[in-house]
């Protein structure tokens, strides 16, 4: 790995402990070990304000038209943070996809952002620093807002757009809380996945053109002066504008937690580079429900009556299974001018110039269409070509890339080499790296968790509460590896994870880093996440009984039986085979594990049979938690049941973390290999961590 630079070649400065770099298709951290990235989105609750959900359709037009709602308290309340924040550390994440609306941060009216909404992040993301996470901060939207069928801006911009989405239904639209029906709605009915259907809609098509292609498309629509292109794309970067500056303003934040920004999650083109108004968009793979064409979804938004296919979803994916008739009875999806007397918003303040006549569709305004016959005057109309002129261009992304350059917009810089696909092979079992990464500042091996706040994070029931198919996504993987990842490899069956990695003389950190790391003696270990939930021994993350009664349910549970009634009302469960009455409900436990070399599934079991009477819940876990918070979980030696073989090296596990140490060649390349595997349990012979098996 080529060696990471003391100063920044932008700058000349010295390269803060916390920066991360790119080079030679990986992120690496100070110490030049690759980073591999893994986290998750927080959360799927940011999309909506607090009140508010996609399937109630009480008060849900007011919010929007009153712009009278708070985020505040997304993703999660305050007090609630840490609970959160431990589990996924516990779970091996160490990066965090923030999502973030437009709408909560200019909900009440262009230019009017929500102070203490931003004041509230700022504290969740203190948070997510202090739980070692960096964070990517997603705009996040899904077929725009939640007034077109998903997320993201403000009610405001569909007006902006000449747009009336108390229609939007009425013309062909799907919006969950008024499915199927706005006169009787029965959300429970909508189907799934039907919404990304909504990116092929009028209102989506039509936002989406004027924000990427206004000028091009739709030069007649000017507002406040102004195209209504640069009108949103103004808006929309300075509302994440205002919120990176008051992220610098609150110190230790950027870079040192926030590592880069998102432009918009799952833009789309709208009707821009539509070969034939006729025919379905080429984008449009996903069909369910109705399903107009982009001439007849204009039709219906002027109220003219349509007859459009019906799709639904089959084992071998969309399939049309008729059609059916749409009658809007004249409702439109275009604005009534009486919203705007004198082109003036009595609402929102803008001033429309008057060549933009609301009521009537901007694309018939433009020529496209003709209302009255019903005709598509120009079906090529957004066809775009590469070859066109720069007139043509979209360039939303070339502002935002001007912003940061020009300080308006923090930035991070992604490295432009790609990895060869010959340089990490990952087979089908494996982790699939998402994002994340954590700094090289010091060897911090990651217990569980980072640090322990929160009184239920004491008895670690936390990792499995809730949690759904925690056996698939909680695997082990290399957060730091000295030299190169070469190839991963986790058999989910047998709970084993298998890693080679290239190591070259470059590799090798400089005598004073090692020094001030305090690791000249063993030198700079790869380090691999392994999940407790996993390699743990049976005893570690579920309750030991305390009663002989508690210790049949407990065994039932593991089972897959119930456990008699108390009553003696109901009919007792079978008993098990003359087998396993041979042993001790402990003893079958570790029966079970050695043949399913996991516990995953008695986890899960366990911890639901004891959800309901915490009182036959031992007091005690197999771990002891530190008397005082923040230090890090005190962890028995032998709390992961793991046998380790390297080809090189030595190794030492502590917490969740194993460290691996290997030389580092003085020429050439070296390729090292290990294997981590659950062990058959033994109780009566504990593990001697540190020992290891050279392959």
């Given at each position: ?5 003391a ?7 010295p ?15 100070n ?7 893994r ?5 799927g609750?940011n999309k909506y304000p607090?009140?508010h959900n996609?399937?109630?359709?009480e008060?849900?037009w007011?919010?929007?038209e ?12 305050l007090?609630e943070?840490?609970?959160?924040l431990?589990?996924?550390r516990?779970?091996g994440?160490?990066?965090?996809r923030?999502v973030?609306?437009?709408e909560?941060?200019e909900h009440?009216?262009?230019?009017q952002?929500?102070e203490e ?6 504290a969740?993301?203190r ?8 964070v990517?901060m ?8 939640r007034?077109s069928?998903?997320?993201g ?7 902006a757009?000449g747009l009336?989405?108390?229609?939007f239904?009425a013309?062909?639209?799907l919006?969950h ?16 996945m039907?919404?990304p259907?909504?990116y092929?809609?009028?209102?989506s098509?039509?936002v989406?053109?004027?924000?990427f292609g206004?000028?091009?498309f739709?030069p007649?629509?000017?507002i ?10 103004s ?5 994440f504008?205002?919120l990176a500056d008051?992220?610098r ?6 870079d040192?937690c926030?590592?880069g920004?998102?432009s918009?999650?799952?833009p ?6 539509l ?13 369910r429900?109705?399903?107009?064409t982009p ?6 938004g002027?109220?003219i009556?349509?007859?459009?296919d019906?799709?639904t979803?089959k084992?071998?994916?969309?399939t049309k ?11 439109s999806?275009?604005l009534?001018p009486k919203?705007?007397p004198?082109?003036?918003s009595?609402?929102w303040?803008w ?14 305004q ?6 009255a ?13 590469r070859?066109?002129d720069?007139?043509?261009?979209i360039?939303f992304f ?5 912003a ?7 930035s991070?810089?992604?490295?432009s080499?790609?990895i060869?696909?010959e ?7 494996a982790?699939v790296?998402v994002d994340?990464t ?9 217990p569980l968790?980072?640090?322990l706040k929160?009184?239920e994070?004491?008895?670690f029931?936390?990792?499995?509460d ?5 056996a698939?996504?909680?695997?082990p ?5 000295v030299g ?8 989910i069956q047998q ?5 080679t990695v ?6 090798a950190p ?17 380090e ?10 049976p005893p570690?993350?579920?309750p ?8 049949e349910?407990?065994l039932s549970s593991v089972?897959?039986?119930s ?7 109901e ?9 396993k009455?041979s042993?001790?409900?402990k003893q ?7 043949r ?10 366990v911890?639901?049979?004891f ?7 031992a007091?005690?876990y ?8 923040p ?6 030696k ?5 046998d380790i073989?390297?080809s090189?090296?030595t190794w030492e596990v502590?917490?969740q ?5 290997y030389?580092?060649p003085?020429?050439?390349t070296?390729?090292y290999t ?6 058959l349990?033994?109780?009566?012979d504990p ?9």
């Open positions: 790995m080529p060696t990471v630079p100063n920044s070649p932008a700058t000349g400065e390269v803060p402990p916390y920066y991360i770099h790119t080079t030679a298709g990986h992120f690496v951290d110490t030049g070990r690759a980073l591999l990235l986290g998750v989105n927080l959360s609750d607090i009140g996609s399937y109630t359709l008060g849900f007011e919010s929007g009153t712009g009278n709602v708070s985020f505040v308290g997304r993703p999660f309340p007090d943070a840490d609970v959160h431990e589990r996924l516990g779970w994440m160490n990066f965090i923030y973030m609306c437009w909560a941060l009440a009216g262009p230019k952002y929500d909404f931003i004041d509230y992040t700022i969740v993301i948070k997510c620093k202090e739980f070692g996470f960096r990517y997603d705009p996040h939207q899904d077929v725009w807002s007034w069928g998903g997320s801006a403000p009610f405001w911009t569909l007006h757009c009336e989405p108390r229609n239904t013309t062909g639209g919006i809380n008024e499915y199927p029906d706005p006169a009787s709605p029965d959300p429970t009915k909508f189907p799934p039907a919404w259907t909504s092929f809609r009028l209102p098509m039509t989406f053109t004027m924000f206004g000028r091009d739709a007649k629509c000017i406040d002066g102004m195209n209504i292109q640069d009108y949103l794309q808006h929309y970067i300075n509302a504008t205002h008051r992220l303003e609150a110190g230790g934040l950027l040192e926030v590592i920004w998102e918009m999650n799952e789309s083109e709208g009707f821009i580079t070969e034939d108004l006729n025919n379905f968009h080429e984008e449009q793979q996903l069909k429900e109705n399903c107009p001439a007849q979804a204009l039709r219906l002027s109220g009556a349509q007859t459009v019906f799709w979803f084992t071998t994916g969309p299974t008729g059609t059916v008739s749409l009658d809007p009875k004249g409702a999806v275009w009534d919203h705007e004198g082109c003036v009595t609402k303040g001033k429309r110039d008057a060549e933009w006549k609301l009521g009537v569709c901007p694309w018939e433009h020529g496209l269409w003709d209302k016959s019903g005709e598509m005057k120009i079906l090529d109309y957004f066809k775009w070509s070859n066109s720069q007139k043509r261009k360039n070339e502002r935002l890339a001007k940061a350059a020009e300080g308006k917009l923090p991070v810089s992604i490295g080499e790609v060869p696909a340089d990490l092979q990952v087979d089908e079992t982790p790296p994340g954590a700094d090289g500042e010091a060897v911090k091996p990651v968790p980072t640090m929160s009184e994070a004491k008895n029931e936390f990792l499995v809730g949690a759904r198919a925690l698939a996504f909680c695997r993987y290399p957060t730091k590896t190169r990842p070469k190839y991963l490899s986790y058999n709970a084993t994870f298998s890693m290239s190591v070259e003389p470059d590799d400089s005598e004073g880093l090692l020094g001030k790391l305090g690791l000249k003696e063993k030198g700079l270990p790869t691999i996440y392994l999940p407790l939930t996993t390699f743990s021994s570690t993350l579920f030991l009984p305390t009663t002989e009664e508690g210790e349910q407990l089972l897959g039986e456990s008699p009634s108390k009553s003696g009302n009919t007792p469960a079978t008993p098990p085979p003359t087998k009455d042993l001790s409900p079958t436990l570790q029966e079970l594990t050695k399913s070399h996991s516990i995953q599934e008695a986890i899960s079991r911890h639901f049979a959800a309901g009477d915490k009182s036959k819940v007091a005690g197999a771990l002891h938690v530190s008397s005082d918070p230090l890090p979980l005190q962890i028995p032998d709390v992961l049941d793991i073989e390297v090189e090296g502590k917490g973390t194993l460290l691996w140490y030389p580092v003085k020429e050439g070296q390729t290990i294997k981590v595997k659950k062990r349990p033994h109780p009566e593990s001697s961590g540190g020992s290891c098996v050279v392959m």
